[in-house]
């Protein structure tokens, strides 16, 4: 099945799904949207002497395209022979190798009542996705599946535990946590929901890295 897709107003705004180009939104969307995007910083095809994301970068960028209700759709520019630069095989086999390990926080989600919290802003429109700053350990973004909510921590804290300010009050409206893990690691986690924020003690830092999922078990809702 495709879509149609538009880009500022060049359409009404229920006839297609709109379409940031190179770019991101600052706030969460009521219906789904699109950023499209390539790993080359300088061109859509191949050049000589190109710049290209890190694998970093567009985990980053697909977490907060995501947690806003959106899909992150990437190009690569293959050479003319058909084969596709080594530096562009690494970064797309380590945002592989991070969504082998936390794609259940990606794949298949809905977003949450909020996308997220944390100091650090997007900057929003098309061909702004270079101008966001460096992300910090009290950035998340969320996106829920099931009974499921994860919250998808930015950065790795220096300390030893984890504060998730958003998941205080009535956010859960009503519902009980069952259990918190972290994707990727098999080590128990011990928590304690407190009035500014569901406090987790961390394990050791996951091999994978750039983005770290909380995994928050919550149990049916309310009758």
Do not use: C
Request: a negative charge; aromatic letters at 10%.
């Amino acid at each position: 099945m495709g879509i149609i897709t538009y880009k500022w107003v060049d359409m009404q705004k229920d006839s297609g799904v709109l379409d940031i180009e190179r770019g991101q939104l600052d706030q969460k969307l009521d219906r789904v949207w699109q950023t499209d995007t390539s790993v080359s910083n300088k061109s859509w095809g191949y050049i000589e002497h190109d710049t290209f994301k890190t694998p970093e970068f567009i985990v980053h960028q697909l977490v907060d395209i995501v947690s806003k209700n959106g899909n992150l759709l990437m190009n690569i520019g293959p050479r003319s022979d058909g084969t596709i630069p080594d530096e562009v095989q690494h970064v797309l086999l380590d945002v592989g190798s991070w969504l082998k390990v936390n794609g259940d926080a990606i794949y298949g989600t809905r977003p949450w009542s909020t996308y997220g919290e944390g100091p650090t802003k997007v900057a929003a429109g098309s061909f702004q996705d270079t101008k966001t700053q460096e992300y910090t350990p009290e950035d998340f973004r969320f996106t829920t599946k099931g009974n499921n909510l994860y919250g998808i921590e930015l950065a790795w804290p220096s300390g030893t535990e984890a504060v998730i300010h958003s998941v205080a009050g009535n956010a859960l409206k009503g519902r009980q946590i069952q259990s918190v893990a972290l994707l990727g690691s098999s080590a128990p986690l011990t928590y304690k929901l407190q009035a500014d924020g569901l406090h987790i003690q961390l394990p050791s830092k996951p091999t994978q890295g750039y983005a770290y999922a909380f995994r928050i078990a919550l149990d049916n809702p309310p009758q």
